[in-house]
């Protein structure tokens, strides 16, 4: 590297301008590691390495203080990162991309059009924060390329973990090996979140939506490539720089792997895949670690009472005079055969439908099942809207069949059917948005229907998508709480599972512990004053998620904020609406108290006439340390 062209000081302050700084525009956020390397932490973290007045750039120019770069390497493709890195490229600085990725910044308009309906049945849970809007590609690249900058030579490794595809950049300069590592660590040992790493495990035979953090191998191994690098300094997309990288990641390392443990080893999985749990269990944990499995519920009975009629994943509860009363309807093979009974003469007639939660698989013929019985359909308030309105959600195994005059229960509500007590509960198991009924036959059989939130191995929330949250008294807490306060001799009835089980007082308290652990183990994990923020990808969220307009109208759109810290915090939010749409007001904020959730109102107005069949309208959050770019979208669809 040739030598110095100008002297930049440590931090930026009261330094002259430049023809390659406007170090004005970053003020205090200006930091010079090195006499050639200098980052700008700001919302993303953007790395100047000058030489002989060019300019190498990595992630992008966050606070808009570089005129002209040579070049731009990204990471990945994640958009609360990229944006950084666009206008530099737009200015004519040839982006470097990894090749895995490459269509994430290329083809995004294929991407949203398809997404559109790609988001009903959804079972990969993959990101959508990645551009709304295409960045061209100067080159696309993978591991053992090299690039060349000014004849110093640019390493590339792939490092997938935090996203499928990415890549990290090594580069020496000034006798330092720096690492440019995107997500795939936060500060000293840390990650952003577990969501992101949802993903099928193909080793172990466990899909997309049963991956809990299924890229954590791949994360692992990622972050070992990278200490064999010897990096004397990384600096990831966002947060601090790491000037002990091999002990940051060692600690890092280490969170990841109590955390997985602690999740595995109470997990309703271990009962469906059993030992495929132990290939999981390897791939992070290595093969000297032990998962303190929890043993299966201390009841498993071989069948239901003869009062209930398992029909693939529903159940039908039949009353001595015939009539029935079912619990889900994912199917048409369901539908059939409750059609076939009435027919065959051992149903008389069907009273009504009760949801235990939104889920495709548990929806999605409700309405069909109506149109043949016309019986009402039961659900919580807590549930009533995403079923009336899926649509309106980003969220796993979404149907698109909406249910409409829905009987609206409230938690604890009591019903007397034919020889039948029901007490319909809310309970946020397996997704946030899940109910539950206890049925009591003559006092004596205690039936707790509750959906897919437990099998005999323990609770289901391999899906972090669904919102399972950490907080005492919600989530698996809360539900954990009521199986103690509901009559002690209950059978558990989840309908993936033929068997009615029961947990001994034991087990409910020891799930209750694991979890309480699990809390401490992600407070240190996450960078977050919380750690409900690294598990809930919908904390902030724009509803409705998808909704249709024409040319010419206005729309609403909402924000809604729930503040998992443990004091009141102040959002601010800004809508980025696309190109020609108006967003009124542009931005507001709000003061939420602790676990609340509240909402910002916007109106958009679309032109007259429209450009495009879909606009996707992302929204910045601001708050404590935080600032978060084009963090959650929302899609709005021109009519033709
Ligand atoms: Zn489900």
Not at 168 to 177: A, Q, R
Not at 350 to 379: C, M, N, Q, W
Not at 487 to 513: C, G, W
Request: aromatic fraction near 10%.
């Amino acid at each position: 590297m040739a030598g110095l062209l100008f002297a930049l000081p440590g931090v930026c302050n009261g330094y002259a301008s430049t023809p390659v700084f406007r170090q004005e525009d970053a003020g205090d956020a200006l930091v010079r590691l090195s006499p050639h390397v200098s980052v700008c932490q700001d919302t993303v973290n953007g790395v100047f390495i000058e030489d002989t007045g060019r300019t190498l750039v990595i992630y992008g120019d966050p606070s808009g203080c570089v005129e002209k770069a040579d070049m731009v390497l990204f990471t990945h493709s994640r958009r609360d990162v990229v944006w950084a890195g666009r206008k530099l490229v737009e200015g004519g600085a040839e982006s470097i991309v990894p090749r895995a990725e490459a269509d994430n910044f290329t083809k995004v308009n294929d991407f949203w059009l398809s997404f559109v309906n790609r988001r009903y049945h959804d079972y990969e849970q993959q990101t959508t924060k990645i551009p709304t809007e295409p960045l061209k590609v100067g080159r696309a690249v993978a591991s053992g390329e090299q690039i060349s900058w000014q004849d110093t030579p640019v390493r590339v490794l792939d490092t997938p973990g935090y996203t499928r595809g990415a890549v990290s950049y090594f580069i020496n300069v000034d006798g330092l090996t720096y690492g440019f590592v995107g997500d795939l660590i936060y500060g000293d040992g840390h990650l952003m979140d577990l969501y992101s790493l949802q993903d099928g495990v193909a080793e172990a035979g466990i899909g997309g939506y049963h991956g809990y953090a299924g890229r954590l191998g791949d994360l692992i191994k990622s972050l070992r490539k990278v200490i064999d690098q010897n990096p004397d300094i990384l600096i990831p997309a966002h947060g601090p720089v790491i000037r002990n990288p091999k002990q940051a990641i060692e600690r890092l390392i280490q969170r990841l792997q109590a955390a997985y443990a602690n999740y595995l080893s109470i997990n309703a999985g271990h009962w469906y895949f059993n030992e495929r749990y132990e290939v999981l269990a390897k791939r992070v944990l290595g093969t000297a670690f032990r998962v303190d499995w929890m043993p299966y519920a201390q009841v498993i009975e071989k069948a239901p009472p003869r009062w209930i009629i398992p029909i693939h994943n529903s159940r039908l509860l039949l009353s001595q005079d015939k009539s029935g009363f079912l619990i889900d309807c994912g199917s048409e093979a369901i539908v059939g055969e409750v059609t076939q009974l009435k027919e065959q003469g051992q149903l008389e007639r069907l009273d009504g439908v009760f949801i235990t939660h939104y889920h495709d698989d548990h929806t999605d013929k409700v309405s069909e099942l109506v149109k043949r019985f016309g019986r009402p359909v039961y659900a919580s308030q807590q549930s009533a809207d995403i079923l009336a309105n899926p649509t309106a959600y980003r969220l796993p195994c979404l149907t698109s069949n909406a249910i409409s005059n829905l009987t609206v229960v409230r938690d604890g509500h009591k019903m007397r059917w034919k020889e039948f007590d029901f007490t319909f509960y809310y309970f946020p198991g397996q997704t946030l948005y899940h109910d539950a009924l206890l049925v009591e036959k003559d006092g004596r059989e205690k039936i707790f229907f509750i959906g897919d939130s437990f099998t005999p191995s323990g609770i289901d929330d391999y899906c972090l998508q669904n919102r399972n949250f950490l907080h005492r008294g919600m989530g698996y807490f809360y539900c954990l709480d009521l199986l103690r306060k509901i009559p002690a001799e209950h059978l558990l009835i989840n309908e993936h599972v033929l068997e009615p089980f029961r947990y001994s007082k034991d087990q409910i308290a020891h799930m209750t512990q694991v979890l309480e652990k699990r809390r401490q183990i992600l407070a240190d994990l996450f960078p977050w004053d919380e750690p409900n923020y690294g598990i809930d990808e919908q904390w902030a969220r724009i509803y409705p998620y998808g909704q249709q307009a024409e040319a010419g109208q206005y729309v609403g759109v909402t924000v809604k904020i729930l503040n998992h810290s443990s004091s009141a915090q102040v959002y601010a939010v800004s809508l980025t609406v696309p190109e020609n749409l108006q967003s009124e007001p542009k931005s507001a904020s709000v003061r939420i108290e602790p676990r609340e959730e509240a909402e910002l109102h916007f109106r958009i107005t679309i032109p007259e006439p429209v450009s495009k069949k879909l606009y996707v309208v992302t929204c910045d959050v601001e708050f404590d340390k935080w600032h978060l770019r084009d963090w959650c979208e929302s899609l709005i669809e021109i009519h033709p």
